[in-house]
């Protein structure tokens, strides 16, 4: 009887890939109702790479543009790149002022955290202008990037924001303590003659990349159904060495051979401006 319950338990447990494990633990079979729910693991993808890397793209320029002016350093390396930008872009402007509005430009609305509409749940993030099309990039999972077999323990403890990927690569995403330390860390660690490989203004109260706050997008509930849902994206050899300085994601080691591995958020329906984000935290993989 115990046995079957357990097994049962195990079964239950292994098809969770998605996971804040402290949170699950307490919640597990409070809102079955709202679980994301994927055929294969390859089908967990609402849009294309290429869809994500062209949004990315597109408001990396534009920061770069912005930020440009500010960092003398990297004017020389960066001149070469901001020739080849294209039309589109040129009707952006020279120089937005901030984030936001580089967000606004280029994907057409701005995110920010707040207070969340859900009575208990901390800090939320809401859409706070313009509008956000079904199959969107509406934000980044910031935080560093452990392989299924490194060492996490210490930096988990108490810690909520340590989000799991479908082949069991974990994120953590808080922005405080032994976390934003290691973060740090191994950021400058990573750093490539005058180009930083990653950003570590997530850590603070206004990143550089305003994208990158999706670690306090909060779970659904049967009140509010998921807007958003999460998908692991793998950087491209090709994706301009420039702009990796607007990705909020590093590696824990120096030594792993694999792409950086960045987790976005996508809007799973069209969503306005006063909307907060919620993404469902469980995926089950049948
Ligand atoms: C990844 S963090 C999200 C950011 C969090 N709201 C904060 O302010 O730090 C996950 C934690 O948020 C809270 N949370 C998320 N969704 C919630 C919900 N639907 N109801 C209550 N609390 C929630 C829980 O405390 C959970 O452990």
Sequence with gaps: MFRTALKRFQNKWKSYRHRFVPW????????????????????????????VSQSLLKLFRVLLRSHGADHGELRAAQTHFLSQVTSEEEQYGRNPAC?????LQSLGFCIDRQPSTLPFAGTGVYVTKGF???????????????????????????????FRCIDGVLIDGNDKGISKMVFKSCSG???????????TSWLTATPQNPLAVG?????????WPANVCYQEYDVPDEFPIELHQYLPNVNYSQDTR??????????????????????NYYTIVR
């Design 24 to 51: 699950i633990i307490l919640n597990l079979s409070k809102n079955e109702k709202t679980l994301r729910q994927v055929t294969e693991r390859t089908k967990d993808k609402l849009v294309s790479d290429e869809e």
């Design 99 to 103: 984030g936001h509005d580089a967000m």
């Design 132 to 162: 956000v099309p079904k199959g969107a990039t509406v934000a980044m999972y910031p935080g560093t990037v452990y392989q299924a077999y490194e060492p996490i323990l210490l930096q988990s403890i108490r810690n909520p924001f340590v």
């Design 189 to 199: 660690r990573d750093r490539v003659g005058p180009f930083m490989m990653s950003d």
């Design 215 to 223: 670690q306090y997008v909060n779970n659904c509930s049967n009140e």
């Design 258 to 279: 694999r792409p950086l591995r960045c987790v976005v958020l996508v809007s799973l329906r069209d969503i306005t401006a006063g909307e907060e984000l919620f993404s």
